[in-house]
């Protein structure tokens, strides 16, 4: 995530894995931090989600920025929610403690505390040694409010996901007439899975189908396999063949299996994405599926 004027839409990611961070030998290729992904374009710089790849990004737009000269530096974060795997990295975000530097976090208003009391008691003393008053950048915590958001050159439209405990937002930004859906913690098995009882699962269908339909990308959240999902139902997580086949019915161009399951290990993502890789060919018209890793970074 360098600053400057992209000439498309740059998506990186700092953080891929779901629930817990899992450091560690076996998950070195995908990576063990928690979400966390940057979206630059024509020097708007916005990060989705806080999870614990906040920190190593933190780390390198201070050491880009101090290279430049010219004003501090603006970010917008959207988070999705506010489960712990969402917003450890906040804390650890080096430019938190930059003076002049503007973050702006974005987040539902649907929530029985407001954001700004979550994050602010997360850095309450006995959890953490620095308080949400003592950091240097000019903070502004909004819960969202319009329909629609405009930054500049990239528009976020929104929607509040009820399929995950505590509930959801999943965003779609759009950029340089490319759009980029940002779907994490949603458990679309109970509205798409033909078994399912959930009395207005039709009505959601049709939203979900609606809002990723033909997007340029799609980040979601695949967490659990078949075999898997059928003992963790109600958790609030999908199941990666349900993601792969309503994306491709839903026309995505490229889609990111993302929120990595803790115990799935280097080896199983890899013989999850050949899987995948057997049955979806974007060299014969077919989306293009990708498995979320740290440090990959996809012009779209």
């Not at 979400?35 to 906040?54: F, K, N, Q, S």
């Not at 620095?130 to 976020?156: F, H, K, N, R, T």
């Not at 994306?247 to 080896?267: M, R």
Request: proline letters at 6%; aromatic letters at 10%; glycine letters at 8%.
């Amino acid at each position: 995530m360098t600053p400057g004027k992209e000439e498309k839409p740059l998506i990186t990611f700092w953080g891929t894995r779901g629930s817990i961070s899992t450091p560690g030998r076996i998950t070195e290729k995908y990576g063990g931090n928690t979400p966390c992904v940057a979206v630059t374009y024509e020097g708007t710089h916005i990060i989705l989600d806080a999870g614990t790849g906040m920190r190593p990004l933190g780390i390198e737009l201070s050491e880009d920025f101090n290279k430049q000269e010219g004003p501090a530096p603006s970010f917008h974060l959207f988070l999705s929610h506010t489960h712990w795997d969402h917003i450890q990295g906040f804390p650890f975000f080096l430019p938190l403690f930059t003076r002049d530097t503007k973050l702006t976090i974005h987040g539902s208003s649907e929530k029985e505390r407001y954001i700004k009391d979550i994050l602010k008691n997360q850095m309450d003393s006995g959890y953490f040694p620095v308080s949400m008053s003592d950091v240097a950048a000019d903070v502004d915590i909004q819960d969202i409010s319009e329909e629609v958001i405009a930054l500049g050159p990239v528009v976020v439209d929104w929607q509040e996901q009820h399929l995950h405990p505590g509930g959801s937002v999943r965003y779609r930004l759009n950029a340089d007439g490319k759009r980029i859906v940002y779907a994490t913690d949603v458990e679309l098995n109970l509205i798409f899975d033909p078994d399912s009882n959930k009395p207005d699962k039709e009505a959601l269908a049709q939203e979900y189908r609606d809002f990723i339909y033909e997007a340029d990308l799609l980040i979601a959240d695949g967490q659990y396999t078949e075999e898997e999902y059928s003992t963790k139902a109600g958790w609030g997580h999908t199941s990666i063949p349900l993601l792969l086949e309503i994306a491709s019915q839903s026309k995505v161009k490229k889609l990111v299996v993302f929120h990595h399951d803790p115990e799935h290990s280097d080896k199983k993502l890899d013989e999850l994405s050949m899987e995948s890789r057997l049955k979806y060919r974007p060299d014969e018209g077919e989306m293009d599926v990708f498995w979320a890793r740290e440090g990959m970074t996809l012009a779209i």
